[in-house]
């Protein structure tokens, strides 16, 4: 059973920047497409973007000029890079495979963008 584990969430102000990190365990990541996906307070959980196993990425309409996904199939690490963040932004982030594996969400990692 793959598992996969997000961290670099935080408290940060308006217009600032983090970078979020997904690490999987098994041999089998690099072949897989992953996606970032975001869950707010009272909403469904959101596709935010995703990157094929040779680094292409598609990012929805809401983040696309600020949010920058990339990867390392050799530490089977997927990353969120985040910019001029906004309080609409506030979400609980998770990433997965491509389609989703049910099983595989982990527990997320918050991000709060407040002053």
């Known amino acids: 059973q793959v598992q996969l584990v997000e961290s670099g969430g935080g408290l940060v102000q308006p217009g600032g920047s983090l970078k979020l990190s997904c690490i999987a365990s098994?041999?089998?990541?690099?072949?897989?497409?992953m996606s970032w996906y975001r869950q707010a307070p009272g909403k469904q959980r959101e596709w935010i973007g995703q990157i094929t196993p040779s680094g292409s990425t598609v990012l929805g309409s809401s983040v696309k000029d600020r949010f920058t996904i990339s990867r390392d199939n050799n530490k089977n690490a997927m990353y969120l890079e985040m910019n001029n963040l906004k309080p609409e932004d506030t979400a609980v982030y998770y990433c997965?495979?491509?389609?989703?594996?049910?099983?595989?969400w982990g527990q997320g990692t918050q991000v709060t963008v407040s002053s």
């Open positions: 098994g041999d089998r990541f690099r072949g897989y497409a």
């Open positions: 997965n495979f491509v389609p989703v594996k049910s099983d595989a």
